[in-house]
């Protein structure tokens, strides 16, 4: 079987120098590629593994063009980057992912859009752009509800939970950032969330559902497989299949979701690259989402992906950091990722550990007894 593939050796370039360009650059190494990261931190995250950086912002026309000719293949580690500039580069560089799936996931009003077309379910919203859309939003979907900016939001930044009527003063900030969209506030029983992946040839393959638990929005652990039902999972999985299709995917997706007690699902967000509830693949699966990624963006056969054993992963912000590494003398079975950012501020997500083991429950327990992530 012939066919067009990216050849160990080539270079591939990473738009974004953070954690998860680190996990992939990791990944592309073993298989011999060469890496070029564009990040305006110099000595960021992924350039301490890769074999050369541009320093540069995302939206930095030449920097991209410079990167796109310098590289066999281009790809982003997340979707805050300049979609125009993007579809430029695509113009005269191989970007495999294209241009039109951050457009669509960079907003939350477009995305929405995007998953109900898929056929899927949305959490009810109302597009927001003032106060009396605010109000009207409000009087239509009822409190508690939860205000998004459209644009730029990550792990709970740019959101607002209302209550009551005097929450509403604090929607301020977001309304003058731009659009926004109001969500009701789903009573969830679970969060749950799956990576797929498709390649160019169209081969598709999906990681296994998975239950995340966050802390002020911001993802704290994650729990694979999800304790959860074989017939929830299939529909999980069927979700994100069906979402992929929809939106020609090709690279990652990871697509998060509520479940309700009652077994409803709705899709919450959309992610086209690798993602945080997917770190735990790297110790626990056949292939991680980084190595599956890279496969799929140099056209090679995905990899089937099985879970090797159940694991557990824990994110470390700024404040766990330190007291993670002290217990790394007495957690032998701590998989320890350290990203390398230079600062360890309060919230910031400086690394993360994953537990293998058949006792969840009990690893569970014994995370929470190290007292690393008691605030
Ligand atoms: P981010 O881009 O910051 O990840 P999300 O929309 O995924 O934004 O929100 C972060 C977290 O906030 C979610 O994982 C969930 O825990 C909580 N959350 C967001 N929207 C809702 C909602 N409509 N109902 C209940 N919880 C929500
Ligand atoms: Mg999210």
């Not at 993802?219 to 017939?231: E, M, S």
């Not at 083991?357 to 690893?363: G, H, N, S, V």
């Amino acid at each position: 079987m012939s066919r067009e593939m990216i050849q160990p050796g080539s270079t591939i370039g990473i738009i974004g120098g953070g954690q998860l360009g680190k996990m992939m650059a990791l990944a592309a190494k073993e298989a011999g590629f060469r890496i070029i990261v564009l990040d305006p931190t110099p000595n960021c995250p992924c350039a301490q593994v890769a074999d050369d950086q541009v320093i540069a912002a995302y939206d930095d026309e030449a920097a991209l063009r410079q990167l796109g000719a310098r590289c066999d293949v281009i790809t982003y580690e997340f979707e805050n980057i300049d979609y125009e500039t993007l579809k430029k580069t695509a113009e005269s560089a191989h970007v495999p992912q294209g241009a039109e799936l951050i457009r669509v996931t960079q907003n939350r009003i477009y995305e929405k859009d995007a998953v109900t077309k898929a056929g899927v379910r949305v959490a009810p919203y109302k597009v927001v752009q003032n106060e009396a859309d605010l109000k009207a939003a409000v009087a239509e979907i009822g409190y508690p509800c939860i205000l998004k900016t459209a644009r730029g939001g990550y792990d709970g930044k740019g959101q607002v939970t209302l209550r009551d009527e005097k929450s509403l003063t604090e929607t301020r900030p977001l309304l003058v950032h731009g659009a926004c969209v109001l969500e009701k506030m789903i009573d969830f029983a679970k969060e749950l969330s799956v990576i797929i992946t498709r390649n160019e040839a169209g081969e598709t393959s999906l990681f296994p559902v998975v239950e995340n638990i966050h802390h002020d929005h911001i993802l704290h652990k994650t729990i694979a497989p999800a304790r959860v039902d074989g017939a929830v999972q299939e529909e999980v999985q069927q979700i994100a299949l069906q979402v992929a299709e929809s939106l020609n995917l090709v690279g990652t997706l990871a697509v998060e979701m509520f479940l309700e007690a009652d077994g409803t699902i709705y899709v919450n967000e959309l992610a086209p690259r690798p993602h945080n509830s997917g770190h735990y693949s790297i110790e626990a699966c056949s292939i991680s989402q980084f190595g599956q990624h890279i496969r799929a963006i140099c056209n090679w056969p995905l990899r089937k992906v099985e879970l090797l054993k159940p694991a557990v992963m824990v994110n470390l912000l700024g404040q766990h950091l330190e007291k993670a590494v002290g217990q790394i003398p007495y957690q032998p079975e701590w998989s320890v990722h350290i990203y390398g950012k230079k600062e360890a501020k309060y919230q910031r997500k400086m690394g993360h550990i994953t537990v293998l083991t058949d006792e969840i429950e009990e690893t569970l327990l014994s995370l929470e007894k190290s007292g690393v992530w008691q605030d």
